[in-house]
């Protein structure tokens, strides 16, 4: 009896550790976003980076707070939205969309949604 307890008690804790460490789901539902944004300006084959990083971040910018939150699970859900919706090709946007050690500089003034 004692001994089911245990492992009642410890599948309890793996549990709780999990949760505790695990990423928690987007607040941005971008299932219902609209990416015409991006896929208007961003067309294959070429793909011209001035014309895609312009489209990704008059998209992304106004969620950077959120996408930005490693705690969450937004850029992986936004990303693969983007690449439903555009079929681009892998990394095309972390390959083509670079500012600086950072990443991609939102302006100040970009509204949060």
Request: charged residues 20%; hydrophobic residues 35%; contains cysteine.
């Amino acid at each position: 009896m004692e001994r089911n307890w245990l492992l009642s008690y410890l599948a309890i804790l793996i549990v709780m550790a999990a949760a505790s460490t695990s990423i928690s789901a987007c607040p941005i539902e971008f299932e219902f976003l609209n990416y015409t944004i991006i896929t208007s300006e961003c067309k294959g084959p070429k793909y011209p980076a001035n014309r895609c990083c312009a489209a990704f971040k008059k998209f992304a910018c106004p969620y950077a707070k959120q996408i930005n939150d490693l705690t969450t699970d937004c850029a992986s859900t936004m990303f693969s939205y983007i690449n439903l919706y555009g079929k681009y090709p892998p990394g095309l946007f972390a390959a083509e969309c670079r500012e600086g050690k950072q990443g991609l500089k939102c302006p100040k003034s970009a509204p949060t949604r």
